[in-house]
Nanobody, 126 residues
C-alpha cells in the first residue's frame, strides 16, 4: 500500500508563496504519474497540476498556469508544488494523488488516481 503525506500548507497573504510537498512513505513512486488536486468548502475536488512518471511532461489547470510549478524527486519519493502569486481563490485543501497505473500518461481526472494523501490546508487572505 502506498502512503502519501502532504505538508507545507499554511496561512499566507495574497501575492505570497508556498511550497507543498507530498512524500510517499511506502510503495512504488518513480513509475507513476503524480497529481495535485484541491478542494474548497462546498466544492468538488479539482485538478491543479500533474507530472508524468518520467518528469518530462507537465500539465496545469488554466487557473494556476504561470503561477504554480510541479516537480518531482524520485530519490526522495516526493512531488512538490511551488505556488507563487497566491490569490484568495487558491484557498483549499490540497491533495496529492498517485496515478492508478504505472508508466501511464498523466491525466487530470481524479478517478484516475487511486492513492491520496490526507491533504494540507492552504489559506490565502487579502
Amino acid at each position: 500500500q502506498v502512503q502519501l503525506v502532504e505538508s507545507g500548507g499554511g496561512l499566507v497573504e495574497a501575492g505570497g508563496s508556498l511550497k507543498l510537498s507530498c512524500r510517499a512513505s511506502q510503495g512504488s513512486f518513480g513509475r507513476y504519474a503524480m497529481g495535485w488536486f484541491r478542494q474548497a468548502p462546498g466544492k468538488e475536488r479539482e485538478f491543479v497540476a500533474a507530472i508524468s512518471w518520467s518528469g518530462v511532461y507537465l500539465y496545469y489547470a488554466d487557473s494556476v498556469k504561470g503561477r504554480f510549478t510541479i516537480s518531482r524527486d524520485d530519490a526522495e519519493k516526493t512531488v512538490y508544488l511551488q505556488m507563487s502569486d497566491l490569490i484568495p481563490e487558491d484557498t483549499a485543501v490540497y491533495f496529492c494523488g498517485r496515478k492508478n497505473r504505472s508508466y501511464s500518461e498523466l491525466t487530470l481526472r481524479a478517478p484516475d488516481y487511486d492513492f491520496w494523501g490526507q491533504g494540507t490546508q492552504v489559506t490565502v487572505f487579502s
